[in-house]
């Protein structure tokens, strides 16, 4: 007897720790991605987490930043927005959801850093200072963010004092909602969970999108090339740098093997025609000879690691080749303009 209450106490107490616990973090240095995403409503369908932290520290950023045009441009960024982006900036997570027609989207998006908010403040009365505000439960919401004189869809908000939101006016109201605890999280929605355990969270950059089967059916009809996607309900994608290598992985899920094996085929012969863009450019040739399409009974999926070496040239080749359309730009002869006769 004494054992069995022993047991039971031991029990009570780690019910009492747990429930003392504090919340995941989501405070800059200390969040992680899942902790963010659980800031987004229960209708979202679509979610995109980028680790720009990580991403910043790649090789390719410092390689970038060695351009005195692309330092110039980041220094000035620094100078305007107070902040940066390497040492200040953790992740981005947008959540996406269907408007009521199914044929747009709503969202909103979480920027997870450290800032300092009369900084930001001051750029905006500098930068847009026709801007207009309104509170909602709390929360102030900045809308005419870019001073246009035309339909204002933008909102921005600061949520706390490590997170920024902007998007649509009910993607940021959603989000702040969930912070409040007044609505769910995407967490419970059953369908995005699934979708959440398929794809690589622990990517660089990575989404995972449900699909209903009737949004899927208007696009279907809208745009009749999509009919490609039938059976289709869920995408993940996710993209990294390992071993020297960038690495896509894009997966569908769904639909019979009969449409997935269509699918597949129907990549592939994209790939096929993206061979005459190769024959004149060797470096695009490495890209497409590193893409693998495969299908099963319910995926398709589409994946490519191609090494840092082959990336560097296929970049130097896409500048060359901008170079050379904005060179043929310059060099072209200006049009004669009609003579008016007075």
């Known amino acids: 007897m004494k054992k069995a209450t022993s047991i039971g106490s031991i029990v009570l107490f780690t019910v009492f720790l747990a429930s003392c616990a504090p919340a995941s973090s989501i405070k800059a240095g200390s969040a992680t991605v899942e902790s963010l995403i659980r800031l987004l409503p229960k209708t979202t369908l679509g979610v995109i987490a980028i680790d720009v932290h990580r991403g910043m520290g790649l090789a390719s950023v410092s390689k970038m930043l060695q351009d005195p045009q692309a330092k110039q441009k980041y220094d000035e960024f620094i100078k305007m927005a107070g ?32 800032y300092n908010k009369d900084s930001f403040l001051a750029t905006m009365k500098e930068k847009a200072p026709e801007f207009q505000s309104e509170s909602y439960n709390g929360v102030t919401i900045y809308s005419n963010l870019d001073g246009s004189e035309t339909k204002q869809t933008t909102r921005a908000a600061f949520l706390d ?32 969970a699934g979708v959440f355990k398929k794809v690589d969270k622990a990517a660089l950059a990575w989404g995972a999108f449900s699909l209903p089967p009737d949004l899927v059916k208007k696009r279907m009809e809208s745009i009749p ?21 960038y690495i896509a992985d894009i997966r569908t899920m769904g ?33 497409l000879n590193a893409i693998e399409i495969t299908s099963g009974k319910d995926f398709v999926r589409l ?23 904005m060179k043929t730009k310059k ?12």
Do not use: C, W
């Open 331 to 342: 060099d072209a002869p200006a049009e004669e303009k009609p003579e008016v006769k007075k």
């Open 161 to 192: 004092d490590s997170n920024i939101l902007f998007g649509s006016a009910a993607g940021v109201k959603g989000i702040v909602d969930v912070h409040q605890k007044k609505a769910e999280s995407v967490m419970k929605n059953a369908a995005m």
């Open 83 to 114: 902040l940066d982006p390497m040492k200040d900036v953790y992740f981005v997570v947008m959540g996406l959801t269907a408007t009521p027609n199914a044929m747009g989207h709503e969202g909103g998006v979480i920027v997870n850093l450290k």
């Open 225 to 245: 090339q999509l009919k490609v996607l039938e059976g289709v309900t869920a995408l993940t994608l996710s993209f990294d740098y390992r071993l020297s290598n």
């Open 303 to 325: 994946y490519i690691s191609i090494s840092e070496e082959a990336m560097d040239k296929l970049g130097e080749a896409a500048q060359a080749r901008v170079g050379d359309i």
């Open 255 to 287: 639909g019979t093997e009969e449409q997935n094996k269509n699918l597949a085929s129907t990549l592939n012969g994209l790939k096929g025609l993206g061979g005459m863009l190769a024959a004149q450019e060797p470096a695009a040739g490495d890209l």
